[in-house]
T-cell receptor
């Protein structure tokens, strides 16, 4: 079955450590996205990528970094510079960047930093 | 830039009652509109989408939504709520020019037995 996988489901880190969240898709989609979800705030865009080796900052990119070396993979690194990293992180993909095509979402990774 | 406002962060209905979740959008160009559902600790699943065809859109699980340009609204309805409908619902608007999708803050639906 085609879809998006995110691993791990739950992640615990100590403050000051960088952590990388995995996102893989086998839908052959060109565009991929990372969102952060906090209670009552909906989804906020961190980074998106329209094509391999290219990505753009979203609304809340500070303290995060990404890479897009392969079409199917879009890992997100939460750096120690992110002031409040504890959140639910969602990865998504779409056939093309926005437009009439919907985004497909992975199951999410819940990151807790203490 | 486009935006979405969902009226009511929490909606509670009885099982069998009408479900109405409100969404208003702002967009300078004809929008593409979406409703997603999220169950606890899971990703988002598409319920339905409007892409400038029929203004009344039918989705999965008995949900439907009507695009009303004059009211800039895209409210989600279901005639009869089921316990399994309890979840969080997100309205979203997409604008091809800006290459991004904007989500509302979400509405948590509770279904009482």
């Amino acid at each position: 079955d085609g879809g998006i996988t995110q691993s791990p489901k739950y992640l615990f880190r100590k403050e000051g450590q960088n952590v990388t969240l995995s996102c893989e898709q086998n839908l052959n989609h060109d565009a991929m996205y990372w969102y952060r979800q906090d209670p009552g705030q909906g989804l906020r865009l961190i980074y998106y990528s329209q094509i391999v080796n290219d990505f753009q900052k979203g609304d809340i990119a500070e303290g995060y970094s990404v890479s897009r070396e392969k079409k199917e993979s879009f890992p997100l690194t939460v750096t120690s510079a992110q002031k409040n990293p504890t959140a639910f992180y969602l990865c998504a993909s779409s056939i093309t960047p926005a437009d009439s095509y919907e985004q497909y979402f992975g199951p999410g990774t819940r990151l807790t930093v203490t | 830039a486009q935006s979405v406002t969902q009226l009511g962060s929490h909606v509670s209905v009885s099982e069998g009652a009408l479900v109405l979740l409100r969404c208003n959008y702002s967009s300078s160009v004809p929008p593409y509109l979406f409703w997603y559902v999220q169950y606890p600790n899971q990703g988002l699943q598409l319920l339905l989408k409007y892409t400038s065809a029929a203004t009344l859109v039918k989705g999965i699980n008995g949900f439907e939504a009507e695009f009303k340009k004059s009211e800039t609204s895209f409210h989600l309805t279901k005639p009869s709520a089921h316990m399994s409908d309890a979840a969080e619902y997100f309205c979203a608007v997409s604008d091809a020019r800006n290459n991004d999708m904007r989500f509302g803050a979400g509405t948590r639906l509770t279904v009482k037995p």
